[in-house]
């Protein structure tokens, strides 16, 4: 079983819903429009959303979402903890087919993020983290849903290794700007053998966890329910995601929900 019910109740609505985006992706009826930013939403997004909200809903915490009801501040300020949801992160790549989408649910407490799911379904990779208990990795997620003790026995911590033999680094693939090209030259200047690589969705954070690369840059806009998951899954493995403006941890349930630009290092 896994160390805590709320990381078993995170773990097991990720799944589920990995398992309702499943039904649409490949599917050439999948229903899109767009948002006023010209992000797109589909029905995989409104299926995931609702399942998740259903099942976060039942543990009696609040649920913030970005396919959910706006919520003002005035009332989710008041919130000492709540879940924070992306039910599908990476609809583009979704709709291009790459399989690097994922479900990222957040437990966060009095604006810090201490538990994490990322599932990225196409793959059948898990990642999942608490403050209490560490960042652990599943391989094979899918084919142990219906066996939630296989399901943690499968769990390997993380970092899998410190840091990668060459200095790498991962960025968007979707959202590449000229602020992060700048700050890639610059880091070329002085790291010759600089290697980037692009990847969609929350997964960036997960190979900064796992020691897969050294750092994500991001100054392109993001919203608090982007990073939330991943934030969380940083910090159990040791890393850190840093607001490049304050140069201090990420917080949440601010206000603006919109990101500063972060370093996940």
């Excluded at 208990?133 to 410190?162: T, Y």
């Amino acid at each position: 079983m896994f160390p805590s019910p709320e990381t078993g109740i995170a773990v097991q609505t990720a799944l589920e819903a990995g398992e309702l985006i499943l039904e649409c992706y490949g599917s050439e009826e999948i229903q899109t429009e767009y948002k006023p930013d010209n992000s797109p939403l589909t029905t995989a997004d409104r299926n995931s959303n609702e399942i998740i909200l259903q099942k976060l809903l039942e543990t009696g915490l609040p649920v913030l979402s970005e396919e959910g009801e706006p919520i003002p501040y005035e009332e989710r300020k008041e919130w000492p903890a709540f879940w924070m949801v992306d039910p599908l992160d990476g609809t583009r790549e979704f709709l291009a087919g790459n399989g690097e989408f994922t479900v990222n649910i957040a437990l966060i407490r009095d604006g810090h993020p201490v538990l994490g799911v990322i599932y990225a379904p196409a793959k059948e990779q898990l990642y999942f983290a608490s403050k209490e208990e560490g960042a652990f990795f599943i391989d094979g997620a899918r084919s142990l849903i219906a066996s939630p003790d296989r399901l943690a026995e499968a769990a390997r911590k993380l970092p899998f290794s410190s840091n990668p033999d060459s200095f790498r680094i991962v960025a968007s693939r979707s959202h590449m700007d000229e602020k992060t090209l700048s700050y890639l030259e610059r880091l070329r200047q002085n790291n010759p053998d600089l290697d980037v690589l692009r990847c969609g969705s929350s997964l960036k954070f997960c190979m900064v966890a796992s020691g897969e690369v050294h750092s994500y840059p991001r100054f392109s806009p993001t919203m608090e329910w982007d990073t939330a998951a991943g934030h969380a899954i940083l910090n159990a493995s040791g890393r850190t995601l840093i607001d490049t403006l304050t140069g201090r941890e990420l917080l949440y349930n601010k206000e603006d929900l919109q990101n500063p630009g972060f370093i996940a290092q």
